[in-house]
């Protein structure tokens, strides 16, 4: 008996993204919370969608299909995932503290794309950062630069 609860256990806590998925598990972590980020308050804007495009283009050197790729395959993963630690748990894992400050401030991005901040998108950057061991004083610091660059544009 308790080897069976085990292996459900073990079963669980070691669930793979489906394979169907041609992008690397980073990268589709990543897009998966910038496309978490902007549906939380269950509208997604033109803005938000071009602005999620641009910096996963940007951060993986993706050409428009690929990029078009990975923005369809997070918004399955979102849509399939349960919580946001099958994302984040990847990420924690295979990056430095530089690299996971890097998508906290790519997950502001998402939140000040369509000038509106949603308290719900407040809050899932938050929970992000402290599933990445991002500290709350960087991760304030980010939204005040981010939100100083979506001002000055």
């Keep these: ?3 069976v609860i085990t292996k459900f256990v073990s079963d669980l806590t070691n669930a793979e993204e489906p394979q169907e998925f041609t ?4 990268q589709l972590a990543e897009a998966a919370l910038m496309f ?3 549906a939380v308050d269950g509208v997604v804007s033109d803005d938000e969608k071009q602005r999620m495009t641009m ?3 940007k951060q993986f050197g993706l050409d428009e299909a690929e990029t078009e790729k990975l923005v369809l395959e997070a918004e399955e993963a979102d849509g399939d995932a349960i919580d946001l630690y099958s994302f984040t748990s990847v990420l924690k ?3 430095n503290e530089n690299e996971r400050i890097t998508i906290i401030e790519n997950l502001w991005e998402m939140v000040f794309a ?3 901040v949603h308290e719900l998108e407040d ?5 992000v950062a402290e599933l990445l061991a ?3 004083q960087d991760r304030m610091k980010l939204k005040q630069r981010v939100r100083d660059r979506s001002q000055a544009s």
């Design 93 to 95: 894992r295979t990056l």
């Design 23 to 26: 992008h690397s598990r980073k």
């Design 55 to 57: 910096l996963l283009s």
């Design 123 to 127: 809050n899932v950057v938050w929970r």
């Design 36 to 38: 978490h980020v902007i």
């Design 1 to 3: 008996m308790f080897d």
């Design 134 to 136: 991002v500290s709350s």
């Design 114 to 116: 369509d000038g509106v």
